[in-house]
DNA sequence: ATGATTATTTATCATTTGTAAAAAGTTTTA
DNA sequence: TAAAACTTTTTACAAATGATAAATAATCAT
């Protein structure tokens, strides 16, 4: 991690208010409790373990959520510009997690703890709402994800994913293929097969 | 379907105070909207297509989410008591959805307008709060679900189901094995292995 | 109860994906 | 820049799952 500073703030709240319109008050107060922070190629955001007590949104670059099954590293997320980094399975039970958070590429990201933020919401119904909406958003990708594994082929959710967002480009196939629920090798073949 | 009643609250009020305390006011107003509706085995409770506004919470049976894919019915949820029945990807998108609702066994649901709803918020955070939890149980089961789809065997994934509920015992093995993201003649293979 | 319908199991063969190991290609770093 | 480290592709073989068909079992409607 490169840098960690108190925050920048302008071209996310242009964002955040576009999702729902903030008080000056509810600005402020979210303003206190962001951090943001700048991560290099491959840096780890968040070890495995622990319980999840942060959320993150990323507002340039890179990352993906990961874990070891059976010795093998899975990514089970990927998170791009302007979307949370979530670990619902434990931000929203309190229970430990077994997956981290890693930056792909360089990556600036926002971190807010989440203690604060449920806090800020008893206050400021309009940033629990804005949180609301941008979750909501999480929970539509990951059904759309679920109709993806249940039925669709490997081949079909790989021009799936190479559709989604350009920064495909930049991530490395291993990681690519997890995310697919296939082995690379699987992954190669079936890139052999579309050219 | 054979009854359609302006609900007969005090359960369901039990279980949605133990979530999020509700003032006697949001109470009230939330009950004006709520419509309590029993279906018969396998009625439809809301066909394919159109756009998702209604939010459906199983107050007693089981129900499946379902659509079709080249010509075959998947089942891509199974809701249970005290769950939201969700179609998320319409629901807060606007979208119009492919999927349809049915009950799987005699079920008593409560139905509610999602417009209303929504409206709802505007003058009642507690509502909105309570159902905001609501749905982020059922963000969690979802990322949980991805997990299973992704890298588990078919095995442990039957495996996995079957602890969830004995209620599994009465859904038919045709939806359980498109939910399972295989084909009714692999889980008989599966369940002839198992035993 | 009986026949019709629907659900489940079994068998066969084809296809997809996994595992392991090696080769080829790329990136990092001293 | 060269060596080392890492990533991707290829190959060969094994295992899991799919497709289809047919047999059996269970359920439903009259």
Known sequence: MIRFLR??????????????????ESQAALEQIIIEKTYLKSDIIQDIGSRCKT?????????RIFYFKDGNDITEHFSFENELIVRAESLFTGKPTSKGIQAIDR????SIDSESLFELYNQH????RLFRLLFQKEYV????RIESLQFKTAKER???LLE????????????IATYLGITQV?????RADVK
Chains 1, 2 share one sequence.
């Open 158 to 160: 790989y021009e799936e």
């Open 125 to 128: 119904h309009d940033i629990e």
């Open 164 to 175: 989604t967002t350009d920064y495909v480009q930049k991530i490395p196939l291993k990681y």
């Open 55 to 63: 959320v993150y949104f990323v507002k340039d670059g890179c990352a």
């Open 141 to 144: 990708n990951t059904v759309k």
């Open 186 to 190: 699987s992954l190669s073949r079936i």
């Open 107 to 110: 990556s600036t990201v926002l």
């Open 7 to 24: 925050f920048d703030s302008m071209m996310i709240f242009d964002f955040f208010n576009s999702v729902n319109n903030l008080s000056s």
